[in-house]
């Protein structure tokens, strides 16, 4: 299936039909939506085989086969168990075995051993995918409208929740292949189907340097509001003060990381937190991940096979830590993440998303003159969605009045409110149907396997 076919009706529209339709096309809507997703998992994983799909290179990956049955696990906890009178597992046993870290919805294996369960195989996880969608199929096409009414924003969460997979099952196979020396290739060349992908990716040219755009300070609401899906970290909405400040027009370059690079950057503690020292210093960061010294230039580890660092694209596999040392070296700070969002009111939601099939970010130069030409509000402002996670400064915490749910649901956003920061855009492994101006991503600050990267911001001269 083609990717780009994964586009999404929006949820606004979607809930505005369930009210004009009588509960076989409102069943049909939600199983077309529900069947794109899953299929969009199958597509992701064409390429791959059983071998590729059990390894876990480090505590933070989950093997591909892994994520199939997890995102699987979801639908039937939180749907199948609840809504199906007398259901029974066929092997209850997976309820320990793909349970991630939901304490209410019982026990759970070890998620840094996860690359040890030889069994079930492959094949029997791609079966358990399909059971439970045919029970999926037969909930939904039995249901009235009241019982409509109980699934869908759990069956509409468990969407999201698999695009969120979809991502990490992508950047989690990017570390695997890694750490093989014959750096498998998970996608061939650049983008195939995407015409927008494709003038992207036509003139990767140098940019200019970058300039701030400024904004007035002002008091903003900030968060989510509306009848459209959101995770509850997203709300509740609510006013923020947010002084003067000046935003980079587009992300830091490869080319320009790589001054930082040369200018001793990582050898020089004065533009480092303590922790990223720290942490410089124990793990022997020179460069970003997957980049190595090649007979005197850089080349990187891509989706794509080994190959010379662009140095028109965004940097990409970035910490915090090197976010912030860059943004001190250059003499500029990390937006906090509302500044970030007052940002993105007036761009575009689009950009380089997984369906253009790059899996990597795009040049710079050429994204830059694809998303001007379709930003009429704002063409100050560019790839602020799409191709790199951009690291803010903000500490994940909850926004006033946030309690998060009681139940197992409950643990989805809240209970992970604790020493990591916000990143905001979306990727290139990011659906677009799953990115909204107000989605906070969160990641502790030392990891770098996700698409994250840098743009800078700085405060009135
Ligand atoms: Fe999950």
């Known amino acids: 299936m083609s990717l780009a076919s994964a586009e999404a009706e929006t949820e606004t529209v979607a809930a505005e039909r369930s009210h004009l339709h009588s509960s076989p096309a409102r069943a049909e809507r939600l199983l077309a939506r529900f069947h794109q997703v899953r299929n969009f998992t199958d597509a992701l994983c064409a390429g791959l085989e059983p071998e590729d799909c059990v390894v876990q290179s480090m505590p933070d990956v989950s093997p591909t086969k892994w994520h199939l049955a997890h995102t699987t696990w979801f639908f039937e906890t939180f749907i199948l168990k609840k809504f199906v009178p007398g259901y029974r597992s066929e092997i209850p046993e997976y309820a320990y075995l793909f349970n991630s870290y939901y304490n209410a919805a019982g026990d759970m294996h070890r998620r840094d051993l996860r690359g040890l369960i030889s069994r079930p195989t492959v094949r029997e996880a791609q079966r358990y995918r399909a059971s439970i969608d045919s029970h999926i199929d037969t909930l939904l096409s039995n249901a009235d409208e009241n019982l409509l009414d109980e699934i869908e924003p759990i069956l509409v969460l468990g969407r999201h929740h698999e695009q969120q997979h979809q991502e990490l099952l992508i950047t989690d196979i990017k570390h695997v292949f890694a750490q093989n020396p014959l750096y ?28 701030f755009v400024d904004f007035e300070g002002a008091t903003v609401a900030i968060g989510h509001e509306g009848r459209g899906f959101a995770y509850d970290n997203e709300g509740p909405r609510h006013q923020a003060l947010i002084p003067a400040f000046s935003l980079a027009s587009r992300p830091v370059t490869n080319g320009e990381y790589i001054a930082f690079i040369e200018g001793n950057g990582y050898r020089r503690p004065e533009f480092w937190l303590s922790l990223g020292w720290i942490t410089v210093n124990e793990q022997r960061w020179q460069a970003p991940l997957y980049w190595i010294k090649h007979n005197g230039a850089w080349w990187h580890f891509t989706l794509s096979g080994f190959r010379p660092v662009d140095e028109s694209e965004p940097v990409t596999h970035v910490s915090y830590f090197e976010a912030d040392a860059y943004a001190n070296w250059a003499g500029a700070r990390l937006p906090t993440e509302f500044e970030w969002e007052r940002a993105a009111l007036d761009c575009p939601i689009d950009g380089n998303f997984v369906e253009d099939e790059l899996f990597h970010p795009a040049p710079t130069a050429a994204a830059s003159a694809v998303s001007a030409e379709k930003t009429a509000q704002n063409e100050d402002l560019h790839q602020m969605f799409g191709d790199i996670w951009e690291w803010t400064r903000s500490a994940y915490s909850p926004y006033p009045s946030y309690r998060a749910a009681p139940g197992a649901l409950g643990e989805y956003n809240g209970k992970f409110m604790c020493n990591q920061y916000v990143l905001r855009g979306g990727s290139c492994a990011t659906s677009r149907s799953h990115i909204r101006r107000t989605y906070r991503n969160f990641f502790q600050p030392e990891k770098r396997w996700q698409f994250t990267g840098i743009r800078l911001a700085r405060d009135p001269a």
């Open 184 to 211: 498998p290739v998970f996608r061939a060349g650049r983008a195939r189907h995407s015409v927008r992908a494709e003038e992207r990716t036509a003139t990767p040219t140098r940019r200019g340097p970058y300039r």
